[in-house]
């Protein structure tokens, strides 16, 4: 078995006083508490680093699909129907309480 390493934090006074009633509370040692704290938050980041990776491919595909559609409607042979779609989405989103803002598929008026 390996020796653990040690890590060393300087905190207040009141936050030292808080964590150690944290970990009396839970009936673990301070060492235990803080421990198990930092190997959720490592977790944590590693999920909130594959968030923002997908979320940021979900963006790009939603800017790709937003610029596709909006060509097809420029030209499309009816020359209403682009603006009719985007005072439907102008609509739609105030309904669901949204702000209908241009650099998110909203009208480009405005």
Excluded at 57 to 72: E, K, N
Excluded at 73 to 91: N, T, V
Aim: glycine share 6%; aromatic share 2%; charged share 30%.
């Amino acid at each position: 078995m390996t020796r653990p390493k040690s890590l060393q934090v300087h905190v207040t006074v009141e936050l030292a006083e808080r964590v150690r009633a944290a970990a009396k509370r839970r009936d673990i040692s301070v060492s235990e508490w803080i421990r198990s704290l930092l190997s959720q938050a490592c977790e944590n980041d590693d999920l909130a680093s594959k968030l923002e990776a997908s979320l940021d491919r979900v963006s790009r595909q939603s800017v790709f699909t937003m610029v596709g559609v909006d060509a097809l409607l420029a030209g499309h042979a009816d020359h209403g129907l682009r603006e009719r779609a985007h005072q439907a989405y102008a609509r739609k989103c105030k309904e669901l309480g949204l702000t209908a803002n241009a650099g998110e598929g909203g009208s480009d008026e405005a």
